[in-house]
């Protein structure tokens, strides 16, 4: 299952990311909803914040429904129907849902049939596999482009950065009783992943393609039951293995995200992608707890461990660039 995320992009970085074609073929970016609620994270778990997608229409409903707006949501679904006045108090764990199982449980059930659907945004997602040493976790994300860049200026219409992993979602609000602030919240819809991956039984869904995305935002356009026929495993992705740094949620650096070497301490040789990833943890490191635009490479399992979470992520990757071998992708399976 989902447990934990990054999504270190700044706000408006975060947007140009999310650019899209609305209904009329025009290029938008979508407009922040309480913008300044969100705060950049290399290491995001359950009952935290993170950005979302939605349909404008859900906010205003004589909004065009192609229109998208990113939302600063709580992780965990609070069902509008809860009626006690602590959503702390829930008995159940809901930051996911299964697919075989969201149309039957009525945490979900609801919501999902009246359109309630989001796209959860992260830089990638963490998994453990269990080991004989214990459990090793890797950062899992999508394949990222050759031509993408370290550095987005400013006034560049096309973003050429980091492309984000778009999971599916479900939203919903709830009302304290008493009254109150109303509280947005979500679940990652997982799939089962067995079959490809030994080591996750259950990844997010994840929506491969902006007609992917448009399906799945448009409730007004496409029904729920054409809407959940996109909830399917994906081969199109990549992973590396990363320090157990990452294990404690209180850790939010870009040690969570730094390759490293599984098993014997070989080192590589510097590469143009290495210096790239050498470069970016530098600057995330520089002034901003926020992650600079970046290519992080298509790296797994050919880097150092650090001995110590108390160095810094240069520190690791200076470590790693070496004299020897080449670094390899990591693909799952299809």
């Known amino acids: 299952m989902c447990g934990r995320t990054a999504c270190s992009l700044g706000a408006d970085n975060l947007r140009r990311a999310c650019a899209y074609r609305d209904s009329r073929g025009r290029q938008r970016q979508p407009e922040w909803i309480r913008g300044e609620r969100y705060r950049p994270s290399y290491n995001k778990g359950p009952q935290s914040s993170g950005p979302v997608l939605l349909s404008r229409r ?56 009246q359109g309630k659907r989001c796209v959860v945004l992260a830089d990638g997602f963490y998994e453990w596999q269990q080991q004989s040493g214990g459990k090793q ?124 070497e599984l098993g014997a301490k070989k080192e590589v040789k510097a590469t143009p992608s290495s210096k790239t990833m050498l470069g970016w943890l530098k600057n995330s490191q520089e002034g901003s707890p926020q992650k600079k635009e970046n290519d992080l490479p298509r790296w797994t399992s050919q880097f150092v461990h650090s001995p110590s979470p108390k160095k810094t992520s240069a520190d690791i990757l200076q470590q790693w660039l070496g004299k020897e071998g080449q670094p390899a992708a990591k693909k799952r399976k299809a």
């Open 58 to 113: 859900h906010l205003q409903q004589d909004a065009d429904s192609s229109e998208r707006v990113l939302m600063d949501m709580r992780w965990g679904l609070v069902p509008s129907w809860f009626k006690k006045d602590d959503p702390s108090k829930m008995q159940f764990n809901t930051s996911n849902c299964r697919s075989d199982t969201m149309l039957k449980k009525s945490s979900y059930k609801g919501a999902l049939l």
């Open 137 to 260: 976790p890797y950062f899992i994300y999508f394949p990222q482009t050759k031509d993408a860049v370290a550095e987005e200026k400013e006034g560049e219409e096309e973003w050429r950065g980091w492309r984000l992993l778009t999971m599916a979602g479900i939203f919903d609000c709830w009302e304290p009783p008493a009254g109150g602030e109303m509280l947005y919240t979500y679940t990652i819809i997982t799939v089962d992943a067995s079959k490809d991956v030994s080591f996750i039984h259950h990844m997010p869904a994840i929506l491969d393609g902006d007609e992917a995305i448009r399906k799945w935002l448009d409730f007004a356009e496409v029904p729920t039951q054409e809407a959940v026929k996109l909830i399917q495993p994906t081969d199109n992705i990549v992973f590396h293995p990363v320090s157990t740094f990452v294990n404690s949620v209180r850790n939010n650096a870009p040690e969570c995200l730094a390759p490293i």
